[in-house]
C-alpha cells in the first residue's frame, strides 16, 4: 500500500520533471536560434563594406574591363571557351590578392572582433543573344571564385546574391557604351560568409540563462530527491515506533502476568503459613521487578547515544574480565555448551567493566536466544587492538541483514515476536558500548550455520 503510494509519488514527479526539462529545453533552443539570427544579423550589417557598392572603385573597373573584353572576344571567335574560363580565373586569383588586402584591413580598421572568411562566386555566365542565349557558365556548374577564399557550403551563411548586366556595366562608362552596344550578358554571383566563433559567441552571450537553468533544474531535482528521502526515513521511523511498541508491550506482558499470579498466590492462607512457599513466590516476584527494572534500564539506556555515554573506566585484567563472564553466564545456562581460547598472556584493557560486560552479555544472550547450542568465546591481541569474538552455531543471520542488526529497535522477522522475545536494543546497545570505548563491533554469519560477533576495542597506553 505505503510502496505503491510511493512508487505513484516517484512517477508522477518524474514526469513533471521530464515535461520541465522538456518545456526548457525548447525555451532554450528557441532563444538560441533567436540570438543566433540577431548575431549573425548584425555581423552582416557590419560587412556591408564588401558589397559591390562599397567595394574599391578600381576593383570594379579593372573587372569590368576585363570582362568585356574577353566576352568580346569569345563572341568573335577569337578565343575559345576554355581560354576564355582559364583567363577569367587567372585575373580573378590577382584580382582576389588585392581584394583580400583590403578585406582583412577594413576588418582591422573596424576592430572587428571575431574571424570571417568571405566568399564570393561567379554561379553562371551568360550572353544574351536575339539569335539564342550563350550559356559560358551554366548554374548547375561548380562557379568560379571571385573573391574571398572558398567556404565549407555546410558552415557558410549567405551573404548576398549579385547581378551584372552589360546595360549596368555600360551605364557608368560612356566609352564603353559604344564598344560594347552589340555586347549583352548577364553575370550572376553569390556571396558567403563563415563566422567560426559564431557558436561560441552566441554561447557566451547565453550563459547566464544557460546557468540559471541548469541550476534550476538541479534545485528541483534535490529537493524532490531530499523529499522523498525524508519521507521514506519518516515512514521507517513511524514503523520502526509501532513494532517499538509492539514488543515493549509484549515484553510487559509477560512479567506481569507472572507478578499477577504470584500476588494472587500470596493471598491464599495455605501460602502465608507455609514459609517455604511464600520465600519462593517472593522470589519469583523479585525476579520478575528485576525484569521489569532490567526493560526500563535497556529503554533508558539506548535512548542515548554513543556521544552521550560518559564511561567510567578502571583498568581490568582481560582474563578476570572474560572468566567471571563465561562463569557467570555458564550458571544461568546450563544446557549450553561453553568453550574458550583465550590469548595466553592477560593485557590490561582501560574500559567501563560494567558497560562493556553488559554489552558482552547481550552478545551471549543473542547467542542463546538465537538457536545457538554450543558457543565458543575467543580473545586475541593484534597490536593495539584487543578483540574477543563470540561464536554460536544458532540459525545465523542472513546477509542482507548484517549491517542492519546494529540499529536501534531492528530485529529480523519481527513478525514472530511469540518465538523470540525482544526489543531490538541488544546489539545497538553493543555497539553504543563499543564505539564509545573508540572501538568496532563486526559479525559473520551465514544463516543455518551461525553467527560470529566480533568486538575490536584499543589497548589504552599500549
Ligand atoms: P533483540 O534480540 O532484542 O531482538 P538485538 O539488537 O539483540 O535485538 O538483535 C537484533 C536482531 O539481530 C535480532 O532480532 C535477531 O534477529 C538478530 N540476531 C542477533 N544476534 C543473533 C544471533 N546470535 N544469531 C542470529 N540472529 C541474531
Redesign the pocket.
Known amino acids: 500500500m505505503m510502496k505503491k503510494k510511493i512508487n505513484i509519488l516517484i512517477i508522477a514527479s518524474v514526469a513533471a520533471l521530464i515535461t520541465l526539462s522538456t518545456i526548457q529545453y525548447y525555451l532554450i533552443s528557441n532563444t538560441f536560434q533567436l540570438k543566433k539570427d540577431t548575431f549573425i544579423k548584425e555581423v552582416k550589417s557590419q560587412l556591408k563594406f564588401i558589397e559591390v557598392n562599397e567595394r574599391l572603385e578600381s576593383l570594379d573597373d579593372s573587372y569590368n574591363e576585363l570582362i568585356t573584353d574577353v566576352l568580346e572576344n569569345y563572341h568573335n571567335g577569337v578565343l575559345p571557351k576554355e581560354k576564355l574560363l582559364a583567363k577569367v580565373k587567372t585575373f580573378n586569383d590577382s584580382l582576389n590578392e588585392k581584394f583580400e588586402t583590403y578585406f582583412k584591413n577594413t576588418l582591422k580598421e573596424k576592430s572587428f572582433p571575431y574571424v570571417v572568411n568571405f566568399q564570393e562566386q561567379i554561379v553562371s555566365a551568360v550572353i544574351l543573344h536575339p539569335a539564342g542565349n550563350d550559356t559560358i557558365l551554366s548554374p548547375k556548374s561548380k562557379g568560379i571564385l571571385l573573391f574571398g577564399s572558398t567556404l565549407d557550403p555546410k558552415t557558410r551563411i549567405d551573404f548576398n546574391a549579385n547581378q551584372w548586366s552589360s546595360n549596368s556595366l555600360s551605364e557608368d562608362d560612356n566609352n564603353m557604351l559604344e564598344a560594347n552596344r552589340s555586347l549583352h550578358f548577364e553575370i550572376r554571383s553569390n556571396s558567403y560568409i563563415d563566422i567560426p566563433e559564431w557558436r561560441s559567441e552566441v554561447l557566451r552571450q547565453m550563459t547566464g540563462l544557460l546557468f540559471l537553468s541548469v541550476i534550476s533544474i538541479l534545485t528541483v531535482i534535490l529537493l524532490f530527491i531530499y523529499a522523498l528521502s525524508s519521507f521514506i526515513r519518516q515512514k521507517k521511523v513511524a514503523d520502526i515506533k509501532t513494532d517499538f511498541i509492539n514488543n515493549i508491550t509484549h515484553e510487559l506482558k509477560t512479567p506481569l502476568a507472572t507478578l499477577s499470579v504470584a500476588t494472587k498466590t500470596m493471598q491464599k492462607e495455605t501460602v502465608l503459613t507455609d514459609s517455604k512457599l511464600l520465600s519462593a513466590t517472593v522470589q519469583t516476584v523479585d525476579r520478575q521487578r528485576s525484569r521489569l527494572q532490567n526493560l526500563i534500564d535497556q529503554v533508558l539506556n539506548n535512548s542515548l547515544g554513543f556521544k552521550d555515554i560518559t564511561l567510567k573506566t578502571e583498568t581490568v585484567s582481560s582474563k578476570e574480565l572474560l572468566h567471571n563472564l563465561v562463569i557467570d553466564f555458564k550458571l544461568t545456562n546450563t544446557e549450553i555448551q561453553i568453550t574458550t581460547e583465550f590469548e595466553k598472556n592477560d593485557t590490561t584493557l582501560v574500559i567501563d567493566k560494567f558497560h562493556m560486560t553488559t554489552a558482552l552479555l547481550?552478545v551471549l544472550d543473542?547467542?542463546v536466544?538465537?538457536?545457538?547450542k554450543s558457543i565458543m568465546v575467543s580473545s586475541k591481541k593484534d597490536g593495539n587492538n584487543f578483540q574477543v569474538a563470540i561464536q554460536?552455531d544458532?540459525?545465523?543471520?542472513a546477509r542482507g541483514k548484517q549491517e542492519k542488526?546494529f540499529e536501534k529497535f531492528?530485529?529480523?522477522?519481527n513478525t514472530d515476536i511469540h518465538t523470540?522475545k525482544?526489543?531490538?536494543?541488544?546489539?545497538?546497545y553493543v555497539r553504543q558500548i563499543v564505539k564509545a570505548h573508540r572501538g568496532i563491533v563486526d559479525l559473520e554469519?551465514k544463516v543455518g550455520e551461525g553467527?560470529k560477533?566480533y568486538i575490536n576495542i584499543p589497548i589504552q597506553g599500549a
Open positions: 547481550n543473542n547467542a536466544k538465537y538457536g545457538g554460536d544458532g540459525i545465523g543471520i542488526v531492528y530485529r529480523v522477522g523470540t525482544g526489543l531490538g536494543l541488544g546489539l545497538y554469519s553467527t560477533i
